[in-house]
Antibody, heavy 115, light 113 residues
């Protein structure tokens, strides 16, 4: 059974930083694209970033470019999202997910940016 | 970016009746190399992550009931639930994965009438 278990998240002040983690099991992690997707409270889904299998190719939605960094550790079966310069509009539940289309999802973790 | 527009925003259907959700993309998502449309449908129930129902516009994921059918090509797609069950109450999203950034429709909330 594929499982993506997320950690990190919480309350942070505007301008602050946070790191999200996602640990995979039940699949050969190094063979899969990985993504972060977010959902603001009561709103729809927004793709945030992807990273390909070797960790070299990455892409971001324009609104987080230069502030967020996606990375992975294939030896640890783990995906990360380093979020710097956080803004109120970054408040959302963040999900990790595999591949395109997004076939396996983590449970989600809430990030709240507020003073 | 490709804009995905769903209609309606919400619909209420009686148990056992048909529900149809439409999705329109601002440009074609037909991937000629695969001869397929790069269009997916997701179901999201309250408090849960989304679940992939259909990929390539019409291919059901393993375990998805056959009352869920995806159709369409190019820029116009639909998801049909042939006989609505209580457990189908959810928000449904279409998504194109033809080109980055992959973009979602705004969602359609399906309820029981």
């Amino acid at each position: 059974e594929v499982q993506l278990v997320q950690s990190g998240g919480g309350l942070v002040q505007p301008g602050g930083s946070l790191r999200l983690s996602c640990t995979a099991s039940g699949l050969t992690f190094r063979n899969h694209w990985m993504n972060w997707v977010r959902q603001a409270p009561g709103k729809g889904l927004e793709w945030v970033a992807y990273i390909k299998q070797d960790g070299v190719e990455r892409n971001y939605v324009d609104s987080v470019k230069g502030r967020f960094t996606i990375s992975r550790d294939n030896a640890e079966n783990s995906l990360y999202l380093q979020m710097d310069g956080l803004r109120a509009e970054d408040t959302a539940v963040y999900y990790c997910a595999t591949n395109w289309p997004l076939d396996y999802w983590g449970q989600g973790t809430l990030v709240t940016v507020s003073s | 970016d490709i804009v995905m527009t769903q209609s309606p925003d919400s619909l209420a259907v009686s148990l056992g009746e048909r529900a149809t959700i439409n999705c329109k993309s601002s440009q074609s998502v037909f991937y000629s190399s695969y001869n397929k449309n790069s269009l997916a449908w997701y179901q999201q129930k309250p408090g849960q992550p989304p679940k992939l129902l259909i990929q390539w516009a019409s291919t059901r994921q393993s375990g998805v009931p056959d009352r869920f059918t995806g159709s369409g090509s190019g820029t116009d797609f639909s998801l049909t639930i042939s006989s609505l069950q209580a457990e189908d109450v959810a928000v449904y999203y279409c998504q194109q994965y033809y080109i980055a950034p992959p973009t979602f429709g705004q969602g359609t909330k399906v309820e029981i009438k």
